[in-house]
């Protein structure tokens, strides 16, 4: 279980990275003109964009969380394999709540 957790945090950076190449675009059109801003506006609520959004604001939490278990674990907390099992857990729970509520809030 912590290597899955630790493999897809590494993927769910990758994620963002690309998904931040797609909420700069989006920025960049909406400074562009009153007009692209609307179409903005616009796009952003349609179904498959609200769901681009939530996949990427789902890989941030993910990673988010992720990234505070390392944390944590950098000061000497959870470092046996038992608590390496627990963090990975959390990660994944703490993860799947908050994601869904995000997807409430978008939605």
Known sequence: MPAIVSILTRASGVFIFLGMAVMLW??????????????VL?????????LVIWA?????IYHALA???HLVAD???????EGGILGAR???????V?????GVWIW
């Open 67 to 69: 990234g505070l278990k």
């Open 90 to 96: 959390l990660v994944v729970v703490l993860s799947f």
């Open 26 to 39: 989006l920025l960049d059109m909406s400074l562009t003109s009153e007009t692209e801003f609307e179409l």
């Open 56 to 60: 990427i604001l789902a890989g941030v």
């Open 75 to 81: 000061f000497g907390y959870g470092e046996t394999l």
């Open 42 to 50: 616009v796009m952003l609520s349609s179904p498959v964009a609200k």
């Open 98 to 102: 908050l994601i869904a509520l995000a």
